[in-house]
């Protein structure tokens, strides 16, 4: 495991995707994140753990695309299935069972 460093109140930058992560299931995460419209995401509110996380926020509604924050990620067991929905500009990807997720909301 490689060291990440950590910024004011334990806020790790942006990992892209949440798969580093898969092992520390129901552990909440503080991430600063920009808000993104460019990267790939499966589900909607619980989401895989390779959809890019910048893009999960805007989906679901945390950041706005452009906007810099804190997110709360909090890491989940695989899911069956990831149903697609468009939220916030955003179209999520539907996806059949896979073994990581990640919830993103709002660090305030």
């Known amino acids: 495991a490689r060291k990440v460093n950590v910024g004011a109140l334990g806020t790790l930058p942006d990992p892209g995707t949440l798969t580093g992560h898969r092992a520390q299931v129901n552990q909440s995460l503080l991430f600063e994140v920009t808000g993104s419209n460019?990267?790939?995401?499966?589900?909607?509110?619980?989401?895989?753990?390779?959809?890019?996380l910048a893009t999960a926020a805007v989906h679901a509604g945390v950041l706005q695309v452009g906007q810099k924050g804190v997110v709360k990620v909090t890491v989940l067991p695989g899911q069956g299935n990831y149903p697609a929905t468009t939220r916030n500009g955003i179209a999520s990807n539907s996806w059949g069972a896979w073994t990581g997720s990640f919830r993103v909301e709002s660090a305030r």
């Open 38 to 52: 460019t990267g790939s995401v499966y589900g909607s509110d619980v989401y895989t753990d390779d959809s890019n």
